[in-house]
T-cell receptor, first 113, second 113 residues
Framework: NAGVTQTPKFQVLKTGQSMTLQCAQD?????MYWYRQDPGMGLRLIYY???????DKGEVPNGYNVSRLNKREFSLRLESAAPSQTSVYFC????????????FGPGTRLLVL | GDSVTQMEGPVTLSEEAFLTINCTYT??????LFWYVQYPGEGLQLLLK?????DKGSNKGFEATYRKETTSFHLEKGSVQVSDSAVYFC????????????FGAGTRLFVKA
């Protein structure tokens, strides 16, 4: 039981390049989330998926898109990376059926030059 | 809107010292409250939680009591260890619609031997 896994662990991009961050969970959870973590700002929600087939914007969605590929996988895409998107990105999941605890992946550290 | 405020860090303590990390919140209704911990290089993991007023969450020697009258959920531990060095996040999840968890900015704790 691996929990929540994320790839890659670290990535360097040039401004304007695109990339997709992958996330998968093996806990049969309904809900999945993408956060970014910046110094002094805690975690901010980018997008979430309450259940398979649905996605919604969070607090800071601009510059990002998401895909809930199936119940296990939730990807985050940066179409044209900007230096302001330099951050650590965390994927999380929860059952979505009343149990509110979120389970986090190890994170992806992204540097945009 | 809903928000969480926690004391700024870093907090530096000697081993076996008493720890308090303050957390206050603003929310409509009756949110669930959480403390998450992030060890270096890892994702967040749940430390403890409380779902209604006067509940006490506890785990690994840490405790926090849900105080609705003061809108607080302070984290305490009687005797910290070097292994407790981490970043601690207070969070709330409103019980009125949505799947969003609001996180505080985090408090870094450093425990010296």
């Amino acid at each position: 039981n691996a929990g929540v896994t994320q790839t890659p662990k670290f990535q360097v991009l040039k401004t304007g390049q695109s990339m997709t961050l992958q996330c998968a969970q093996d806990m049969n959870h309904n809900s999945m989330y993408w956060y970014r973590q910046d110094p002094g700002m805690g975690l901010r929600l980018i997008y979430y998926s309450a259940s398979e087939g649905t996605t919604d914007k969070g607090e800071v969605p601009n510059g990002y898109n998401v895909s809930r590929l199936n119940k296990r996988e939730f990807s985050l895409r940066l179409e044209s990376a900007a230096p302001s998107q330099t951050s650590v990105y965390f994927c999380a999941s929860s059952t979505g059926t009343g149990e509110e605890t979120q389970y986090f992946g190890p994170g992806t550290r992204l540097l945009v030059l | 809107g809903d928000s969480v405020t926690q004391m700024e860090g870093p907090v530096t303590l000697s081993e076996e010292a008493f720890l308090t990390i303050n957390c206050t919140y603003t929310a409509t209704g009756y949110p669930s409250l959480f403390w998450y911990v992030q060890y270096p290089g890892e994702g967040l993991q749940l430390l403890l939680k409380a779902t209604k007023a006067d509940d006490k969450g506890s785990n690994k020697g840490f405790e926090a009591t849900y105080r609705k009258e003061t809108t607080s959920f302070h984290l305490e531990k009687g005797s910290v260890q070097v292994s407790d060095s981490a970043v601690y996040f207070c969070a709330l999840r409103a019980n009125t619609g949505g799947f969003k968890t609001i996180f505080g900015a985090g408090t870094r704790l450093f425990v010296k031997a």
